[in-house]
């Protein structure tokens, strides 16, 4: 089983240049979602998704978009990178049921910005 | 604004010790996720909290739920080295998954 796929895993970006991060997942499942993780701390939500064709703002949006024209891909987008964007970029989905509403999350995407 | 906050940040400990994390939020929901992430790794599900009043138990790990007083507490017995990581709880706030600062906890020979 692939489950969430994030590519990629390392990039480095210049001040000013954009790049997408990619995501897919295999178990079809409808939400999906965008993390961020600063050196030792928590994580924040970027952006996430309760199905294709919707996307909502999470706690730290500033700086980046969203889009989710299918179930199974939810790419993030960052704009005139900044170094306060460097980062461990997690992406994760997950299918809300009777058992609870747990993550599934990818190997992350390591970004830093210079 | 909901907040997760868990404490402590930071615990060492003895193998062969006990010890509680908690873990406080500020809405009334009543769903509550442990993670664990070890070093430069993602994170990884331990368990998932539906009720006021649930328990889950594994291995060493007991994690319960006290939607009440928005708590919950993942008690630590018999520390073994294995257990060294990141232990993050996460609240469903209707779509919007907080998590707390996490717990970066060492166990010491």
């Known amino acids: 089983n692939a489950g969430v796929t994030q590519t990629p895993k390392f990039r480095i970006l210049k001040i000013g240049q954009s790049m997408t991060l990619q995501c897919t997942q295999d178990m079809n499942h409808n939400y999906m979602y965008w993390y961020r993780q600063d050196p030792g701390m928590g994580l924040k939500l970027i952006y996430y998704?309760?199905?294709?064709?919707?996307?909502d703002k999470g706690e730290v949006p500033n700086g980046y978009n969203v889009s989710r024209s299918t179930t199974e891909d939810f790419p993030l987008r960052l704009e005139l990178a900044a170094p306060s964007q460097t980062s461990v970029y997690f992406c994760?989905?997950?299918?809300?049921?009777?058992?609870?509403?747990?993550?599934?999350f990818g190997e992350g995407s390591w970004l830093t910005v210079v | 604004e909901l907040k997760v906050e868990q404490n402590p940040l930071f615990l060492s400990m003895q193998e062969g010790k006990n010890y509680t994390i908690y873990c406080n939020y500020s809405?009334?929901?009543?769903?509550l996720y442990w993670y664990r992430q070890d070093p430069g790794k993602s994170l990884e599900s331990l368990f998932v909290?539906?009720?006021?009043?649930a328990v889950k138990q594994e291995g060493r790990l007991m994690a319960s739920l006290d939607t009440k007083a928005r708590l919950s507490t993942l008690h630590i017995t018999a520390a073994v080295h294995d257990l060294s990581a990141t232990y993050f709880c996460?609240?469903?706030?209707?779509?919007?998954?907080?998590f707390g600062a996490g717990t970066r906890l060492t166990v010491k020979p």
């Open positions: 998704s309760v199905g294709a064709g919707i996307t």
């Open positions: 996460a609240v469903d706030n209707n779509n919007d998954m907080r």
């Open positions: 909290l539906l009720s006021n009043g």
């Open positions: 994760a989905s997950s299918y809300p049921g009777e058992e609870g509403n747990t993550i599934y």
């Open positions: 809405t009334t929901s009543d769903r």
